[in-house]
């Protein structure tokens, strides 16, 4: 009997505590809302792989089965179905529809995906939450602005000065970095060189490494009018200067870790190449994001052993299978401190991608919890303190955001 009462004071805590989801995207635009396939709910692949084979999946099918549920639809209902019912709902009520479940109380919204045009400001999501909003600055981005600027300076000027270039850049992205660290709205930084170049960052960068990069960049941009980082001179500059000033300002850093589409080198995007830079720099709160998948356990070491790391465990959610997220999160807990540990949604684009990532972590957290419990493995209130941490308490520290739970 007295078991059943902590299952259920345990199941009452994981599935209604509030939540701060400290890493998503921001949502499409109503006229938007069915620009992207919408298969990019449940994974990350793209064309045929997308919409022809992700809909094979287990993550496909539990999602269709609760998503089904949600639009209250019948039994059986397909992923089509599913499909045909969010595309007939007035897109503010399937907002509301989605986000009222999960409890979260406040996001940090990463605004820098590459379609800013095409989704809501940051501050848009305030509507559907008790705290407000906070922007999470994606370093890459920040410097591609810098640089398509300066570069449109020289080439008007005809007077491609590369050295100068280069100052300019240092000097501009320095600044920027610090003036985005000391404002309130920011709650930490991202980066995604796991995309770029790879998580092996080089702590140096050589000044002639960055000169050719530069002109490279410019004479690419010149020709196609597209500015994208891609040498690894430059990325890595990026990440070491992020690394710097964020600790002197006590943001944390996000990396985008292991799961990802296929512009990832995937045996570049394990955190355990990142052991260099996590030594040079002890005072920068580095979150390592996405659970690290399939890289969880090097995750955990990495989060165990030095005090400056974090493990966010999102993404997961829902593009894993049940049985492949409870395994997620036994990992995540093999190791790492619990302190240390916080969830997000990694919800974007579309309100479903906020709910599914929702509900399925608290049943995976819950689930794994709950055995715990019962083997005897951990008191009730460790349980809960766990629960209460990863989805609330942990971010509320880590991120200095000074928020009190609400509706509890």
């Not at 709910?41 to 992700?54: K, M, N, Q, R």
């Not at 809501?120 to 398509?148: C, F, M, Q």
């Amino acid at each position: 009997m007295e078991l059943q009462q902590d299952l259920s004071e345990l199941f009452k805590v994981v599935h209604r505590y509030p939540a701060i989801d400290n890493h998503a995207h921001a949502f499409l635009k109503v006229e938007n809302r069915d620009a992207m396939p919408f298969e990019g709910l449940i994974s990350e692949a793209s064309g045929p792989a997308l919409t022809e084979d992700a809909i094979h999946t287990l993550a496909c099918y539990k999602a269709t089965v609760q998503l089904a549920k949600l639009f209250g639809l019948p039994a059986g209902a397909t992923w089509e179905d599913v499909k045909r019912a969010r595309s007939a709902a007035d897109y503010n009520m399937l907002c509301r529809m989605c986000m009222a479940p999960t409890r979260i109380q406040c996001i940090l919204i990463d605004d820098g995906l590459g379609v800013r045009d095409m989704v809501y400001d940051y501050k848009w999501h305030d509507r559907y939450t008790a705290s407000p909003t906070k922007r999470v600055v994606r370093v890459e981005i920040l410097a591609e602005d810098i640089l398509r600027d300066l570069i449109n300076a020289q080439l008007s000027a005809g007077d491609m000065r590369v050295p100068l270039m280069r100052e300019t850049f240092i000097a501009s992205f320095t600044a920027a970095l610090a003036t985005s660290a000391q404002d309130p709205e920011v709650a930490g930084f991202k980066s995604v060189v796991c995309y770029r170049t790879g998580l092996d960052v080089s702590l140096t960068q050589e000044t002639s490494d960055m000169d050719v990069s530069l002109v490279t960049l410019a004479l690419r941009y010149e020709s196609l009018k597209k500015l994208r980082l891609e040498s690894k001179a430059l990325n890595d500059f990026v990440v070491v200067t992020t690394l710097r000033i964020a600790a002197q300002y006590g943001k944390p850093v996000q990396f985008h870790t292991g799961l990802g589409d296929n512009d990832i080198t995937l045996v570049k995007s394990s955190p355990a190449v990142m052991q260099p830079v996590i030594k040079a720099h002890p005072n920068a709160k580095i979150v390592l994001l996405h659970s690290s998948y399939p890289y969880t356990q090097e995750a955990g070491y990495l989060t165990a052993v030095y005090r400056n790391v974090y493990l966010d465990f999102g993404e997961i959610f829902p593009f894993l299978s049940a049985d492949g997220q409870r395994d997620v999160v036994k990992q995540v807990f093999e190791l790492c401190p619990t302190n240390k540990i916080m969830w997000s949604t990694d919800g974007h684009f579309w309100p479903e991608s906020y709910y599914l990532g929702t509900i399925q972590a608290r049943e995976a957290v819950y689930n794994v919890l709950e055995g715990s419990l019962r083997r005897g493995e951990m008191s009730l209130t460790q349980a809960i303190n766990i629960a209460k941490g990863a989805f609330f308490e942990n971010a509320n520290r880590i991120y200095n955001l000074g928020l009190v739970p609400q509706g509890i």
